[in-house]
């Protein structure tokens, strides 16, 4: 099993920045990749990045020059955000998946409110 706490949502005004932190505990050993998901009001949660253990990132086209995921070696995944728009706007979840059981672990999400 693996822990996720999500830390680092709040309400800034467009054109703001905020940092998403994730801490992961328990079977850390087992995780291969880490990500952000976000859901907004009546939409799907989708993928906004993704980092691997070796550090290969990927963004959705809506984030790219603005958001960076990055992580540290005690397993803490962050999402630095800056030029928050409206729709930003979401539930961010964090995401990791782990080779042992091929599982998929989620945190419980944090709020991100961006003002126009």
């Known amino acids: 099993q693996v822990q996720l706490v999500e830390s680092g949502g709040g309400l800034v005004q467009a054109g703001g920045s905020l940092r998403l932190s994730c801490a992961a505990s328990?079977?850390?050993?087992?995780?291969?990749?880490m990500a952000w998901y976000r859901q907004g009001p009546a939409k799907q949660r989708a993928l906004v990045a993704s980092?691997?253990?070796?550090?290969?990132t990927n963004y959705k086209d809506s984030v790219k020059g603005r958001f960076t995921i990055s992580r540290d070696n005690a397993n803490t995944v962050y999402l630095q955000m800056n030029s928050l728009k409206p729709e930003d706007t979401a539930v961010y979840y964090c995401?990791?998946?782990?080779?042992?059981?091929?599982?998929?672990?989620w945190g419980q999400g944090t709020q991100v409110t961006i003002s126009s």
């Open positions: 328990g079977r850390i050993d087992s995780i291969n990749v």
């Open positions: 995401y990791a998946h782990t080779v042992r059981g091929d599982s998929d672990f």
């Open positions: 980092i691997t253990n070796f550090g290969i």
